[in-house]
């Protein structure tokens, strides 16, 4: 079976799922993920790869895709800034926030920086509705954001690639990082 861009280490890493599954179709969540940690993105090629796979229609693996906004279809910057919208976030200032984000990275939503470090996205509900408003990049989250939190973070990423801000997983941010 010849591919169009999924390496043979991809490949074989959906094919050990196959056993934990009732069908192909079950691994199809594991497939995308496993193309876009490889690729960066899902390209059209990537999902018609993961579709003769699969045995399933490229509209299929299409459709799973477009559908979850954890999936990228393009290229993305290595930095996914993802802002909640959703009704806690907004009543808590996630516009402004966004605004904010807009003007320091010089870009729009759905955009990327030219350097290639951020893009920004508005997503639904990230599960964190008592910390709004808040962000997730990449994997980690940023709670009870601010404009001053939220330039930290950006210069801690620029400078060293991780943020001391993050919240830790299950707990909320007591403060806001700073020292007292």
Do not use: W
């Amino acid at each position: 079976m010849s591919f169009k861009v999924l390496s043979e280490k991809v490949k074989s890493a959906i094919e050990a799922q196959f056993p934990k599954y009732p069908d192909r179709q079950s691994v199809i969540l594991f497939a995308l993920r496993a193309a876009q940690e490889e690729m960066g993105y899902i390209s059209e090629e990537a999902m018609a790869d993961i579709a003769t796979l699969l045995e399933l229609s490229p509209v299929q693996v299409f459709d799973v895709a477009t559908f979850y906004t954890m999936y990228n279809l393009r290229p993305v910057g290595r930095y996914q800034v993802q802002v909640c919208k959703t009704l806690s976030c907004a009543i808590a200032g996630a516009g402004a926030i966004v605004e904010h984000l807009k003007k320091r990275l010089g870009i729009g939503v759905g955009e990327t920086t030219p350097d290639g470090l951020f893009s920004l996205k508005l997503v639904e509900c990230l599960a964190s509705c008592g910390s709004g408003p808040m962000m997730q990049i990449n994997d980690d989250y940023y709670e009870i954001l601010t404009p001053q939190k939220v330039d930290r973070i950006l210069e801690d990423l620029r400078q060293g690639g991780r943020s001391p801000l993050a919240s830790e997983r299950f707990r909320l941010p007591l403060s806001d990082g700073s020292k007292s």
